[in-house]
């Protein structure tokens, strides 16, 4: 398996390998690409149980609620993300205490609490039992510790058994956790990405990070729809992303505009901690690059075959003698 990380970050007793978390430093930490220019136009919908959607409104009959209207788009222009917020946090139990916790650098990147852990034990459950373990190609996480320690924990792998020699994607104990090391057999890729984490504060040594100022909800917003489309130039189809509340409640807000109130609701309501949600986001601006792997060009042996309205256009005097 692969994991990448986008730049250094220094989290105590955790490291990125080809296959695993182990021990500092991040020096050898492959760095990711700048992510491409904006697109012009996509758009995210829930993805209900049992069904593809997808969203390209049509025109509809006057007085008719656009909101309302089915939607259809090409399959290959759309990818599916499952997103996750963090479990509990040792920052969520101070910031019931005090609000001004979620302010404190010593606590910005916090670490799961035993109730977190209970919660990703359970979240890792039900992503098995529904088979989306299996349909994931990619795990995307955010850099800091509370939703590293999440993403391995839900989309890892199963314990060690007798036998089987796979390498550790988190050892025991990573980042004060007091948990199991997490095998990476069986689990898809890891990548560990800047533009997904939470609100910035003040640091010298971060590349994203502005002095004496924290990150404004209007820029987290800009820095999800960077992260969006980046999304687009990853080649895989079904995506889960690990991240945070309020990374996922400014980026998510800018969707669902042209749908009915109650789904802009749905896409956009504040996560739970250790939520997952699937969504599908489509390329509107022809801009992705995927190609179809599902359609066929048919006429395989070539023959004949005009269709029949076509016919009717073609020789409209035999259509109406018929």
Known sequence: MTILFLSNYNIPNL????????????????????????????????????????????????????????????????????????????????????????????????????????????????????GLAKKI????????????????????????????DAPPLMVANAGNSNHAAISSLNSPPFIAVELCREHLIESNDDILWTADVREANEEVAKRGMKFVNWLWTRKEKEIAVVTHSGFLYHTLSAFGNDCHPSIKSEICTHFANCELRSMVIVDRSMIGSDVPTTNYPGKIPSGLDLPSDVAAEK????GASQ
């Open 15 to 130: 490291h990125f390998t080809s296959s695993s978390f182990v021990a500092p430093p991040f020096s050898s930490f492959k760095k990711y690409p700048t992510p491409p220019p904006p697109l012009k136009r996509f758009s995210l919908i829930r993805d209900p149980p049992n069904r593809f959607s997808v969203i390209c409104f049509s025109s509809v009959p006057d007085g008719m609620d656009t909101a309302a209207g089915t939607s259809l788009y090409p399959f290959h222009r759309s990818k599916t993300i499952h997103l996750v917020r963090h479990a509990q946090g040792i920052h969520n139990v101070e910031g019931e205490k005090n609000h001004d916790a979620y302010l404190s650098y010593d606590l910005f990147d916090a670490h799961l609490t035993p109730l977190g852990w209970q919660q990703v034990s359970n979240l890792h459950k039900h992503v098995h039992e529904t």
């Open 137 to 164: 190609e990619l795990v995307i996480t955010s850099p800091l510790l509370r939703t590293m320690q999440t993403a391995v924990g839900v989309f890892g792998g199963e314990g060690y058994a007798d036998g089987i």
């Open 315 to 318: 020789h409209p005097k035999q």
